[in-house]
């Protein structure tokens, strides 16, 4: 079955304690991305990466870091997570090939105390 | 960046009705995708219509690249049908419209 997988879906954490979400796709993708939803504010890109080890910032990278070793795999990394990053999460994939037809993971909420 | 504005924000159904939700953009773009997110707050894929006109079950869309709209239909609408729809469109980087709350009540 073709899917992108996250994980954790849930995490609760304190400020300051790195931590890292995973994410994975199977359909051979080259374009991933993350976004975060937050409410008043909608969806909005924080970093994509077009193939490997190439990955560019979106609107709002601040914070963040990304890495893409491998083409199935894009994790996002929160060196030192702040109350600010609490949110919703959600990675993504897709492909010039399929018109770029965006497939969404299932989301992490992510809360920072 | 591309505008993208969605109407209504809010919309109450009753259960069996049919409505319809619009999606405007601000520039020629080469992909639109209507997505749901459903109360778990999971995104669903609902269509990749960059152009014309598709349908899938009780839902269907329509996009005038041209005039630079969308349009989703739902037909006999179902209390499972709740939750917000979202239009997103450009390519890599999707630029989300603010979405419409959906309610259907039984």
């Known amino acids: 079955e073709a899917q992108v997988t996250q994980n954790p879906r849930y995490l609760i954490t304190v400020t300051g304690k790195k931590l890292t979400v995973t994410c994975s796709q199977n359909?051979?993708?080259?374009?991933m991305s993350w976004y975060r939803q937050d409410p008043g504010l909608g969806l909005r890109q924080i970093y994509y990466s077009m193939n490997v080890e190439v990955t560019d910032k979106g609107d709002v990278p601040e914070g963040y870091k990304v890495s893409r070793k491998e083409k199935r795999n894009f994790p996002l990394i929160l060196e030192s997570p702040s109350p600010n990053q609490t949110s919703l999460y959600f990675c993504?994939?897709?492909?010039?090939?399929?018109?770029?037809?965006?497939?969404f993971g299932p989301g992490t909420r992510l809360t920072v105390t | 960046g591309i505008q993208v504005e969605q109407s209504p924000p809010d919309l109450i159904l009753q259960e069996g009705a049919n409505s319809t939700l619009r999606c405007n953009f601000s520039d020629s773009v080469n992909n639109l995708q209507w997505f749901h997110q459903n109360p778990w707050g999971q995104l669903i894929n609902l269509f990749y219509i960059p152009s014309g006109t598709k349908q899938n079950g009780r839902l269907s869309a329509t996009t005038v690249a041209t005039e630079r709209y969308s349009l989703l239909y739902i037909s006999s609408s179902q209390t499972t049908d709740s939750g917000v729809y979202f239009c997103?469109?450009?390519?890599?980087?999707?630029?989300f419209g603010a979405g419409t709350t959906v309610t259907v009540r039984a």
């Open positions: 993504a994939s897709s492909s010039p090939i399929d018109g770029y037809e965006q497939y």
């Open positions: 997103a469109v450009d390519d890599y980087k999707l630029s």
């Open positions: 359909m051979n993708h080259e374009y």
